[in-house]
């Protein structure tokens, strides 16, 4: 059982994988995400870090990073009894740039459970974050094209 949107182009993959890796982040830009707090906040961010989430309407919950690959993408899991919860962020290489791919997916004894109550605002979520992911991408490479010509 599973949930999966891709972005629009995004046109410099550097920038998208800076913005998709920087969890700690997400929340001053993503409306999707409240709070991000790092298990171990002096620890990187790449595999095997856990960070508390919350989000609204849904109950906070633990996220670990179970594979980080720089550039290209990372996977993080949540478990609960009776359904894991996998999350995917993944940079796929298109013409003009990369597409961010994102996915959720349930499995467990629970997992139809979940996908019932929670299916349809999980969905909205996963587009609202790829969208926020290319207008945040946006801002950044603006941001960056103003710092340049004003130097």
């Keep these: 059982m599973s949930i999966s949107v891709t972005s629009s182009t995004i046109v410099n993959p550097s ?12 929340p001053e830009w993503l409306p999707t995400v409240i709070e991000v707090v790092p298990e171990t ?5 790449g595999m095997g870090a856990a960070y508390l989430v919350r989000q609204p309407r849904l109950a906070a919950a633990r996220w670990e990073i179970t594979e980080w690959r720089p550039g290209a993408g990372f996977t993080w899991v949540s478990r609960r009894p009776g359904v894991t919860t996998t ?7 298109v013409p003009g740039g990369v597409q961010a791919q994102l996915g959720i997916a349930w499995s467990g004894p629970l997992a139809w459970l979940v996908r019932a109550s929670y299916g ?4 909205g979520y996963v587009a609202s974050e790829a969208a ?8 950044q490479q ?3 094209e103003t710092a ?3 130097q």
Aim: glycine share 8%; with cysteine.
């Design 15 to 26: 920038l998208a994988w800076q913005v998709l890796s920087d969890v700690r982040s997400w």
């Design 41 to 45: 906040p002096e620890a990187p961010d």
């Design 87 to 93: 999350g995917t962020h993944q940079l796929v290489e």
């Design 120 to 123: 349809g605002l999980t969905r």
């Design 132 to 139: 926020a992911i290319v207008a945040q991408c946006q801002v």
């Design 142 to 144: 603006s941001e960056g």
């Design 148 to 150: 340049q010509t004003s």
